[in-house]
């Protein structure tokens, strides 16, 4: 059998989890918003429409902070057709994703979906077709508290205490062709200071997010931060990343091994970052926002057959299986191992599109397999991250040499009574793992969960979870060692009481 050694020290302190990097997206697309958070015909509707089903698994996912409303959608959006009386809301065509937007979500319904929801929002801005006069007026909309044009009409529309979204995201994906109103880095770069100058006059209190590459494999990437933190960087607080995988080729060690390229393109950036810094003589740093991550590829073949022009299309929903939760797990390790730099990411999306959570229209609701790790994570890795020393056999792929079998993180949870190790075993094989936990005399092991499955292509559906964690016996710790048989192709948190 396959061996390692995890070494798990005090001392290797990564940094503070910031909460906010278990967040997600609900974006205007498909039945992420219609049929997803909003359903007023569901039995389960509460006065306002929404579903109390996904309130309730938002809240148990403790999702911290949710993007809205794109993505790719808000180049194209006109905040003012989504507040007030609901009737007199236009229907619009939405050409980032050729749907109707009838605009009957907007921002007041989605702040209130927030507050019911436990959790905060984060908002993006039009860098598309709009720019600074529309965001500074949002802004006002939002958080002014009142006695001007626009925090008027919020109270008059019925909210009467401002909305203080603290989180602003300027545009996205602005370097991508296919973003309405794309532009060259430098033409981005001064609307995106532009914009954040006046976004920040009207609340000195918020943080700007400004738009990184839409993915590494942009040939402008890295050349892109550069020029938009030349512009930015005394402006903003953080520079976006986004990063789908697929595992389009049916190679599911290559499709595991994408944490390798997940961590390099986070420390690239980073050094794309420090690079400006040095540059600027800055003593800011400046921190990620990794605000669309996830696995995304299952749709492709139904997405090109979609009917354009529907309202609340079923568009990207992808049906994720079991080899998918791995590499979601693995995603959750990479963001908790760079807690010092990233300090926001956003699982996208939540429901429907892309998302852990699945609904029918007017009917059930279930987890997809991705919700497993995400909830794990979000719920026991909160606290001061912890670097291991990972000791175990390597592999060579497609794509990567030497990666390691293992992908793993510990967390010294924010209770102060618990270190929680989350372990991603890459490998068809069990391996044989050992930890010193000498560094918390007298631990003990409180629960291990383990998530495998023998088909790796397996799914849930409405009707059938195949795909669950389950209590494990296989650790054991003894003399300040833990041991633990990892299987093959299984995702591990290991609870141990301090
Ligand atoms: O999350 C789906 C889409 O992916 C977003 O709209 C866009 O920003 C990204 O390309």
New binding site residues.
């Given amino acids: 059998m396959k061996k390692a050694t995890l070494t798990l020290d005090r001392s290797y302190r990564v940094g503070k989890i910031d909460r906010r990097i278990y967040g997600s997206?609900i974006?205007h697309?498909g039945r992420a918003v219609y049929g997803g958070i909003y359903d007023p015909g569901h039995p389960l509707a509460d006065d306002q429409g929404f579903r109390k089903d996904v309130i309730a698994l938002t809240k148990e996912l403790m999702v911290p902070i949710v993007r809205y409303p794109?993505?790719?959608?808000v180049s194209g959006y006109n905040w003012e057709d989504g507040i007030g009386p609901k009737e007199l809301r236009p229907k619009r065509t939405e050409l980032?994703w050729f749907a109707i937007e009838n605009n009957q979500v907007g921002v007041d319904e989605f702040c209130e979906w927030a507050r019911r929801a436990n959790t905060e929002v984060m908002m993006a801005v039009n860098l598309g077709t709009r720019g600074a006069d529309a965001a500074r007026n949002l802004v006002e909309y939002c958080n002014f508290p009142s006695g001007t044009y626009w925090s008027d009409l919020r109270i008059q529309n019925g909210y009467r205490d401002p909305h203080n979204v603290k989180l602003w995201n300027l545009g996205?994906?602005m370097d991508?062709p296919?973003q309405i109103g794309h532009k060259t880095a430098e033409e981005y770069g001064r609307a995106a200071c532009e914009t954040a100058k006046v976004m920040r006059w009207v609340d000195p209190s918020i943080e700007l997010v400004a738009c990184g590459s839409?993915n590494s494999g942009m040939p402008t990437c890295y050349d892109w931060e550069a020029t938009v933190l030349d512009h930015t960087y005394d402006f903003v607080d953080y520079i976006s990343m986004?990063q789908?995988y697929g595992n389009r080729d049916n190679d599911t060690p290559n499709f595991l091994a994408n944490t390798v390229d997940m961590d390099h393109f986070i420390k690239n950036i980073e050094s794309v970052c420090d690079y400006v810094k040095a540059k600027k003589r800055s003593k800011k740093t400046m921190y990620i926002s990794f605000d669309?991550w996830?696995v995304?590829y299952h749709a492709d073949e139904a997405n090109a057959k979609a009917e354009k022009w529907q309202e609340g299309p079923s568009f990207?929903e992808d049906i994720y299986n079991f080899e998918d939760a791995l590499l979601a797990g693995g995603m959750l390790i990479t963001l908790i191992r760079n807690a010092d730099r990233v300090k926001v990411a956003c699982q996208?999306?939540l429901v429907n599109?892309?998302a852990p959570v699945m609904t029918e229209n007017g009917g059930r609701i279930w987890k997809q397999t991705i919700y497993y790790p995400y909830l794990h994570a979000s719920v026991y890795g909160r606290g001061t991250a912890l670097e291991m020393l990972v000791d175990c056999p390597k592999y060579d792929t497609k794509d990567y040499t030497d990666v390691p079998v293992l992908d793993a993180v510990a967390v010294e949870n924010e209770d102060g009574e618990h270190v929680t190790v989350f372990v991603m075993n890459k490998s068809p094989e069990a391996v044989e793992t050992e930890c010193d936990l000498r560094d918390y005399p007298g631990c003990r092991l409180e629960e291990m969960l383990e998530m495998t499955c023998p088909d790796l292509k397996a799914v849930n559906t409405a009707d059938c979870e195949r795909v669950a964690p389950h209590p494990s016996s296989a650790a054991r710790i003894e003399d300040g060692r833990l041991s633990v048989k990892l299987e093959g192709y299984s995702w591990n948190v290991i609870r141990v009481r301090r």
Avoid: K, R
């Fill in positions: 997206f974006e697309i794109g993505g790719n959608f980032a996205n994906e991508g296919w839409s986004h789908y669309e996830n995304w990207n996208a999306q599109v892309i």
